[in-house]
Nanobody
């Protein structure tokens, strides 16, 4: 019922920048569906997926300590798009980045994931 399409990943040198975006489609635009959180996670092999940044429609944000001051998350609640601007990238930022959406319907909440996009930071 809900699809998340991610874009913007790629290869970049240390100190460079990338902008990830994620667009939701489907029943997320129904009148009885409310977005709770849009977020970006990342994962490297043999490690648990970790929250990089999250944002709610009111504008409150939360960041992983290691990306504070370098990454900025924004969202357009009308269009259901979330973006992650990544500046001053470091090799340790290399990972698969996943878009995450949590929505609320009248009686319960639901969670959706994008397919993941590779970010590689290397000289």
């Amino acid at each position: 019922q809900v699809q998340l399409v991610e874009s913007g990943g790629g290869l970049v040198q240390p100190g460079g920048s990338l902008r990830l975006s994620c667009a939701a489609s489907g029943s997320v635009f129904s009148d009885n569906v409310v977005v709770n959180v849009m977020a970006w996670y990342r994962q490297v092999p043999e490690k648990e997926r970790e929250l990089v940044a999250g944002i709610i429609p009111a504008g409150n944000t939360n960041y992983l300590d290691s990306v504070k001051g370098r990454f900025t998350i924004t969202m357009d609640n009308e269009k259901k798009i979330v973006a992650l601007q990544m500046n001053s990238l470091k090799p340790e930022d290399t990972a698969v980045y996943y878009c995450n959406l949590k929505v609320r319907r009248p009686w319960r909440t639901y969670e959706y994931w994008g397919q993941g996009t590779q970010v590689t930071v290397s000289s």
